[in-house]
């Protein structure tokens, strides 16, 4: 009777519906497994990046060296550094064309917000698949579940005496699909939930430093003009 109930015994004698079903589940849970790690990966490394990137802005560091530096030698998944390369290039190139500080800034700001666009379309990516997986795969599971039930008691109709030992595989091969889509679904709501949370704290970083690195312009832009006149 053990032999005979067991999970793989279940499954492999289970309605092709319901065995379908358990496949999408299991594809959707290991990729899910595979983009976690990866994204796990990517925030790690964004993370440490943003950090090496500030104690070097910070350091008092000449701006045109240091545009240089991170130009030569990019640091992958900084996103910070890639506001500042985006907004300093505009910051240059404009004040070789004009002497309106307005227009300067302007232009300069408009780079770091397609930089940071692009950043956060990095961090995001493939978010919302797990945000998916976590919000259908126990609705999917169920609905194996519900079929497989279904197609149990279609078959007690067939039968003159049911017993529990006729009704459980059928019950039990059925249920197999909702606890399937639970498994996948519960790592990737966590995931999500999380991953939101760093993508958030990491383009909040982001956001402010473009703000404070604004400001900076803005006073080297106006104290050139004062020099200037």
């Known amino acids: 009777m053990e032999t005979e109930l067991s999970v793989w015994h279940l499954i492999a004698n289970a309605g092709i519906l319901v065995q379908l079903v358990m496949l999408l589940l299991m594809l959707a849970s290991v990729v899910s497994w595979a983009l976690i790690f990866q994204r796990l990966q990517v925030f790690r490394k964004a993370r440490q990046a943003q950090l090496e990137f500030e104690d070097r802005f910070w350091s008092g560091m000449d701006l045109g060296q ?31 064309q004009s002497r309106d500080a307005d ?46 039930i279904m197609n149990s008691f279609r078959g007690l109709a067939q039968v003159q005496q049911a017993t529990l030992a006729t009704v459980a595989p059928g019950i039990s091969e059925a249920l197999i699909a909702t606890a399937m889509g639970l498994f996948a679904a519960i790592p990737a709501v966590i995931a999500y939930n999380r991953f939101s949370a760093m993508s958030d704290a990491l383009l909040k970083n982001y956001e402010t430093f473009a703000e404070e690195f604004s400001s900076i312009l803005h006073r080297r832009v106006h104290n050139s003009d004062q020099a200037a006149a």
Not at 72 to 89: D, I, L, Q
Not at 136 to 146: A, D, E, I, K, M
């Open 66 to 96: 240091l545009y240089k530096e991170v130009s030569a030698e990019p640091t992958p998944f900084s996103g910070m550094e890639s506001v500042f390369r985006a907004g300093f290039k505009e910051f240059s190139r404009l004040r070789q």
């Open 103 to 148: 227009a300067v800034m302007e232009g300069t700001q408009r780079a770091m917000r397609v930089a940071f666009s692009r950043e956060q379309e990095r961090l995001e990516t493939h978010l919302p698949f797990l945000a998916t997986v976590g919000s259908t795969s126990p609705y999917v599971g169920l609905f194996g579940t519900v079929w497989g």
